[in-house]
């Protein structure tokens, strides 16, 4: 059986607790003798400025890269929040990001329907809601040269940004995307401003000419940024898989995360270009942050870092029946009623973090019989 190398970031917060609690759901995959890993530990963000005054060090960046896949929680806290800008712990993230070439930011938006109800639109508009949201993650506005800030004669300030795609980067992102859409519901959805920015033109043409030499049996659309906003609060469900920018997909995401009603709830997967030796660089983190109100408190919701490490079943070892499965354990938990208190409706009791886990343990075994 091949062996999976992960490494391991609990970062800060409540990272080390929801990282304990995937831990058991790994365990309970590898007692059942159908994975074997290889796992190892590495500290990012506040963590690792408090032992080494950097939020990354180049060693841990060498041994996510050596890895199969990283698994990481969540940075940042208020106990960092007044160090200088270059190390505090969201460098530390961007750089490894950086560092692994991962440029596709994948982040389904999936509204169980035992939590319909927690989502604040009418359930009926996203009761069964299941897009897939792709980001591009290392180029655009946030790394864009020139950027700055610069003094005027007159004595005020000018920020700036510049915001550039080149034909490659769109080309990359664009084949994660299309592809994708492939394997679902064969429909993308390309997001761009490209009646006000070049860059938004060259992004909407290239990726046009992409589908019409590559890709003739998906259905591409194009969105500006702004009505793609209005229609995922008008009608979700049209979307299947969207494209976009790191700007507009930062957004967009985050937009689309709240259609589902709980933070806790969402994974994502960070997805490098696929090596000559056939590895491809990847990380699986959560989308929320490490909730300093309520660490150390043992009521984090494990679930978005346990369905994060289903994504990385499905997209980095190829075991999509094993993801299925897990999924399936915890829609299984979720509509006997067992929640989280970032979840639980009023008259629902709410168990904490290693229960949750427990939970999905104990219907992974009932499934698997
Ligand atoms: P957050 O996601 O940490 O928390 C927002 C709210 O959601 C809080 O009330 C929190 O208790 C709740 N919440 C988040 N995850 C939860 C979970 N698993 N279970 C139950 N409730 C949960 O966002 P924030 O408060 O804006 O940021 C806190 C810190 O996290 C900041 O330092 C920020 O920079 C950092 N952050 C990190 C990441 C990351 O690591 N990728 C992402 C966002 C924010």
């Known amino acids: 059986m091949t062996v999976r190398k992960i490494l391991t970031l609990s970062g800060d917060g409540i990272g080390p607790e929801v990282m304990t609690a995937t831990r058991r759901v790994m365990d309970w995959f590898q007692a059942q003798d159908r994975i074997r890993f290889e796992i190892s530990e590495g500290l990012i963000g506040g963590s690792s400025y408090d032992v080494h005054k950097i939020p990354l060090t180049d060693d841990t960046v060498a041994r996510a890269k050596a890895a199969d896949a990283v698994l990481f929680a969540c940075i940042g806290g208020p106990k960092w929040d007044q160090l200088p800008y270059d190390v505090r712990p969201e460098k530390g993230l961007l750089r490894l990001r950086k560092e692994m070439g991962l440029f596709a930011n994948l982040r389904p938006a999936i509204v169980m329907d035992a939590l319909a109800g927690a989502s604040s639109l009418k359930t009926d508009l996203v009761r069964g809601l299941d897009i897939m949201i792709v980001r591009e993650l290392i180029g655009g506005i946030y790394f864009g040269e020139p950027r700055g800030v610069e003094q005027l004669p007159d004595g005020t300030r000018r920020g700036y940004n510049t915001q550039a795609y080149s034909t490659a980067e769109i080309l990359r992102i664009a084949h994660v995307a299309f592809e994708l859409a492939r394997k679902r519901g064969k429909r993308l959805c390309s997001v761009d401003k490209a009646n006000v920015m070049e860059s938004g033109l060259v992004w909407r043409e290239e990726i046009t000419k992409l589908r019409n030499a590559q890709y003739p049996d998906v259905d591409l659309s194009h969105m500006y940024i702004d009505n793609c906003s209005m229609q995922l609060v008008r009608a979700p469900k049209q979307f299947d898989v969207i494209v976009t920018d790191n700007l507009f997909g930062d957004i967009l995401s985050d937009l689309a995360s709240m259609l589902t009603g709980s933070l806790g709830m969402l994974p994502s997967a960070s997805l490098g270009a696929v090596g000559p030796d056939g590895r491809q660089p990847a990380m699986y983190e959560p989308v929320h942050g490490s909730a300093p109100d309520i660490a150390g408190k043992g009521i984090a919701n494990p679930l978005a870092m346990i369905l994060s490490f289903a994504m990385m079943l499905r ?55």
């Open 315 to 369: 997209y980095s070892f190829n075991l999509g029946t094993d993801a299925d499965l897990l999924k399936r354990a915890v829609q299984n938990v979720l509509s006997s009623g067992v929640r989280t208190s970032d979840i639980a409706e009023p008259g629902q009791t709410a168990i904490g973090t290693t229960a949750m886990a427990d939970a999905v343990v104990k219907e992974l075994t009932k499934l698997a019989k």
